[in-house]
């Protein structure tokens, strides 16, 4: 079975082999979640890899914003 990444639209396979389904990476993941706090940088639902890579500043600022604000729905684990 395959879902669409919701951040990307790429094709997903949905199994315990996509541990962050139903996005394609941890990298869409985060731009889902980070989203809401990022207004100025809203990426466009229909972008591309090579896009989202120039849009997204820094995962790592994401991902410290995120465990700063102690969401726990977020998790690695
Ligand atoms: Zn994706």
Not at 17 to 43: N, V, Y
Not at 45 to 62: F, G, M, S, Y
């Amino acid at each position: 079975m395959k879902v669409n990444c919701p951040t990307c639209q790429s094709e997903v396979e949905w199994s315990a082999e996509s541990p962050f389904r139903p996005f394609c990476s941890k990298r869409c993941q985060l731009i889902d979640l980070g989203e809401w706090a990022a207004e100025e940088k809203r990426i466009p639902a229909q972008a591309t890899q090579e896009e989202l890579e120039r849009a997204l500043p820094d995962i790592e600022e994401i991902e410290a914003m995120l465990a700063q604000q102690g969401d726990s729905f977020f998790r690695d684990h």
